[in-house]
């Protein structure tokens, strides 16, 4: 398992893993996202921030993803998606 600095991000890895556990998969941050620009679903995308190979597609979304927030007021149950992406990036650059 490949370990991420916490310090670099602003939610530690057992936040966001608690965070994705809390997520009801209604796609809402997703569909306000400007940056999505191919399918993607919530599922592959909350698997794949935390665990196991990142594919073609969750890696783009994650290297376009550019910190706006635009993701988080529309989320019903007050998660932080832009923190979920900020820990996929550094994941997925620790990957590379
Ligand atoms: S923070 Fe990233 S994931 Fe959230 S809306 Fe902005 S670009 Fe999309
Ligand atoms: S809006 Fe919130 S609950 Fe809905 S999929 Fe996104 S993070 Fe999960």
């Keep these: 398992m490949v370990k991420v600095n916490p310090v670099l991000l602003h939610k530690t890895g057992s936040q966001v893993r608690q965070e ?5 998969g209604c796609s809402e941050c997703i569909q306000a996202c400007p940056a999505v620009a191919e399918p993607i679903t919530i599922d592959m995308l909350n698997r794949e921030t935390v665990s196991g190979e ?3 597609p969750v890696a783009r ?3 376009s993803c550019y910190q706006c927030g635009a993701c988080v007021p529309p989320c019903p149950v007050g998660l932080h ?15 590379e």
């Design 20 to 24: 994705i556990r809390a997520c009801i």
């Design 54 to 56: 990142i594919s073609g």
């Design 61 to 63: 979304f994650a290297r």
């Design 81 to 95: 998606r832009e923190a979920m992406m900020m820990w996929l990036k550094v994941r997925l650059l620790s990957t």
